[in-house]
């Protein structure tokens, strides 16, 4: 099955209103740029899609990419485990003036929980976050003389990856770092789309070089020259681009 669409437009057209998106990135790392503001893009010409819960590592840094999502005033609630980053400015204001919600989770339960949901576990136990706020209202039971708070497994109706290289049947690659979220959030996704720098004919990649199989992506868009987050904001961008 070819899953390659032929622009960023296209890739991201199905996403509603109301969704749940996981957006890839440690930071700067993996973030899928080009889909984000394809995004952002869509919601200026049409009004849609808005009220999205976003899962992400962080908050966003500058005025480009996840930023710039919160800041078009598209995202109602944010799940990560940094709301404070290097420059969470857009994030901070929102947040103070009461226009989004944020829901913390440690890093290493951000990442089980969003294994959880692409593994069909609906819930698990650990220790982290016992005895804090995070853990009120949550079940907690005691192993082996320790006490662990329940976490429900995150799933999403949509997931933006960025990867380095990619079939069109969607088996992909990551580059370094880069690979961060991505693998699990693909699994945890309904629907997959993924950019990548390159796209290469079907059985090109080394099947034991497969990070992610392409049963568990349904989009493929090439982003032959993808931007970085970090270079953005060093010149002061902000999304969208001033003429």
Avoid at 15 to 34: D, H, N, Q, Y
Avoid at 112 to 137: M, N, V
Avoid at 197 to 206: E, F, H, K, L, S
Wanted: aromatic share 6%.
């Amino acid at each position: 099955m070819d899953k390659q669409v032929p622009n960023l437009a296209t890739a991201v057209a199905e996403i509603e209103s109301g969704s749940v998106v996981m957006i890839g990135g440690f930071g700067g790392a993996g973030a899928p740029i080009e889909l984000i503001h394809a995004l952002i893009d869509r919601f200026h010409a049409t009004g849609a899609p808005k009220d999205l819960t976003v899962v992400n590592n962080n908050a966003g840094n500058g005025h480009v990419g996840l930023a710039a999502l919160i800041e078009a005033g598209m995202v109602a609630k944010l799940i990560c485990s940094f709301p404070r980053s290097a420059d969470p400015v857009v994030f901070t204001t929102k947040y103070l003036a009461g226009e989004i919600a944020l829901e913390l989770v440690p890093q290493g339960t951000l990442a089980e929980r969003i294994r959880a949901g692409g593994a069909g576990i609906p819930a698990f136990y650990t220790p982290t976050s016992f005895g804090t706020d995070l853990a009120k209202g949550k079940p907690t039971a005691m192993f082996d003389g320790r006490e662990y708070v329940q976490e429900r497994w995150l799933k999403a109706d949509y997931a933006l990856v960025k990867a380095e290289l990619a079939d069109p049947q969607g088996n992909l690659t990551y580059r370094a770092a880069a690979r961060n979220f991505g693998p699990v959030m693909c699994m945890a996704a309904r629907v997959a789309i993924v950019q990548a720098r390159q796209v290469v004919p079907a059985g090109t990649i080394d099947p034991e070089a497969v990070v992610t199989p392409g049963i568990f992506v349904q989009r493929v868009v090439e982003v032959p020259h993808p931007a970085q987050e970090e270079d953005l904001n060093r010149a002061g961008a902000a999304y969208p681009l001033e003429a």
